[in-house]
């Protein structure tokens, strides 16, 4: 059986729900750390990957060298007027979080929203 990895979705700034979500992706990998994982950060969430704002960059980076893409919506980006050089590095700039969603959901990926 292949598996077709998970998307978790962020949108809000509380870094408690942050944080639960980050731990979410951790405990997965742990369990099952051959299958892809794509975080997409939108709305209040983007300051989880604003690098002067992140008061968790450092496990947002971890979770990027154990392979798991982290991707922002660039249309929240230019609403809250951020620029790419700002975001913690290697984040991914995605058009829309919403089109990045379906898009791996029709690629067969499951959707978790912590």
Same mark, same amino acid.
């Given at each position: 059986?292949?598996?077709?990895?998970?998307?978790?979705?962020? +949108?809000?700034?509380?870094?408690?729900?942050?944080?639960?979500?980050?731990? +979410?992706?951790? +405990?997965?990998?742990?369990?099952?750390?051959?299958?892809?994982?794509?975080?997409?950060?939108?709305? *209040?969430?983007?300051?989880?990957?604003? *690098?002067?704002?992140?008061?968790?960059?450092?496990?947002?980076?971890?979770?990027?060298?154990?392979?798991?893409?982290?991707?922002?919506?660039? +249309?929240?980006?230019?609403?809250?007027?951020? *620029?790419?050089?700002?975001?913690?590095?290697?984040?991914?700039?995605?058009?829309?979080?919403?089109?990045?969603?379906?898009?791996?959901?029709?690629?067969?990926?499951?959707?978790?929203?912590?």
């Amino acid at each position: 059986m292949i598996e077709q990895g998970v998307v978790f979705h962020i +949108n809000e700034s509380s870094v408690q729900k942050q944080r639960s979500a980050l731990k +979410n992706i951790e +405990n997965l990998r742990t369990e099952m750390p051959e299958i892809p994982v794509e975080l997409v950060v939108q709305g *209040d969430a983007i300051t989880l990957v604003v *690098d002067r704002e992140s008061s968790l960059k450092s496990e947002v980076k971890m979770l990027q060298s154990q392979g798991v893409v982290v991707a922002v919506c660039h +249309n929240t980006m230019r609403g809250k007027g951020i *620029d790419e050089t700002e975001l913690v590095g290697g984040v991914k700039i995605v058009p829309s979080a919403v089109g990045e969603l379906v898009r791996r959901q029709q690629q067969g990926m499951a959707y978790i929203k912590p």
